[in-house]
């Protein structure tokens, strides 16, 4: 498969990616096809260092990856959440007759533990770090017409959006970058998998990513 061979050079920067699978997606793509990292490493010379991993947790990056992040990092990518959310997402699936407003305040009890080690994650980023930090909205994956998630396609959008507005509510309290990944993942080829990122869509990411590093200092 032909990959661009143009090459960025960013100097006295040093880019970190934490997280899940949404940035880890190494293990979704074929032989000859890219990750997320290798489509940045391919087009930027700015070190990387890919703390992510596959399957991760808020808990995950609380416990470890932040821990991780060396010295002297002046970027940092946030992609974390969605498997917190997937965990959760057997209530949709319930056969229990909930009224509207029962389904709407079990959403919010669910998310809301979510959300606070979301915002801790974020507020100690800054605290301990002076770098440039970017947050990733949760994407819709690619559930319509999947054996496993298709009847709730459109009601895990719902849900989805309740920890988004949280990710939107930080990036405007703590005045960091925020990835909308609902406008980068729009097509059924974005994904290798219901929920995980193809050689496509990781490129795409790439390339913001690669954007955002080369217009901030």
């Known amino acids: 498969m032909e990959t661009t061979t143009t090459r960025v050079v960013t100097l006295n920067k040093e880019l970190v990616l934490l997280g899940d699978s949404i940035i880890d997606n190494k293990t979704y793509v074929l032989d000859d096809e890219f990750s997320v990292l290798e489509h940045i490493k391919s087009k930027m010379e700015t070190p990387v260092t890919q703390l992510a991993l596959d399957g991760a947790i808020t808990d995950d990056v609380i416990n470890s990856q932040i821990q ?12 974390i959440g969605g498997n917190d959310l997937l965990n959760e997402i057997g209530f949709l699936m319930e056969d229990f007759k909930y009224t509207p407003n029962q389904v709407l305040e079990r959403c919010q009890s ?27 909205t949760v994407y819709e994956g690619n559930l319509e ?4 998630y298709d009847d709730i396609a459109i009601s895990s959008r719902a849900m989805l959006s309740l920890f988004n507005d949280s990710v939107y509510k930080t990036h405007n309290l703590l005045s960091t970058g925020v990835l909308e990944l609902r406008h980068i993942f729009t097509d059924k080829e974005d994904y290798a998998n219901p929920i995980e990122p193809s050689h496509q869509g990781g490129g795409k990411l790439a390339d913001k990513i690669i954007e955002w590093v080369n217009a901030t200092g």
């Open 110 to 136: 669910l998310i809301a533990p979510i959300t606070q080690k979301y915002e801790s994650i974020v507020s100690q980023l800054q605290t301990t770090s002076r770098a440039n930090l970017l947050l990733c």
């Open 145 to 148: 017409g999947s054996v496993m």
């Open 68 to 79: 991780a992040i060396p010295f002297g990092t002046s970027h940092i990518v946030l992609s």
